[in-house]
């Protein structure tokens, strides 16, 4: 099985899709943090890769952001082999 440290490439894909759609939408991460119930920097770190998110944590943002969890996950598994 592969550690964090392997997925760390999808994973910042994964905040940097997740980073530019909240830009789209004009909101600020601190605004999300507060909408998801978590710290901004855990947020941040979520936008940085440097989180290994759960698939609620992953839902909720996609509730946040309103768009669909295809759109923020399509073609970044080429990563993963």
């Known amino acids: 099985m592969k550690s964090y440290k392997e997925f760390k490439p999808t994973l910042a894909k994964l905040g940097e899709r ?3 759609r909240r830009i789209y939408k004009n909101l600020a991460a601190k ?3 507060h909408q998801l119930s978590l710290t901004p920097e855990a947020y941040r770190n979520i936008e940085k ?7 609620t944590t992953l839902l909720r943002i996609t509730a946040v952001l309103n768009i669909e969890i ?3 996950i399509k073609d970044i598994s080429g990563t993963i082999t």
């Open 70 to 72: 295809i759109e923020l």
């Open 18 to 20: 997740i980073y530019h």
């Open 31 to 33: 605004e999300i943090a």
């Open 49 to 55: 890769g440097d989180s290994d998110i759960s698939f």
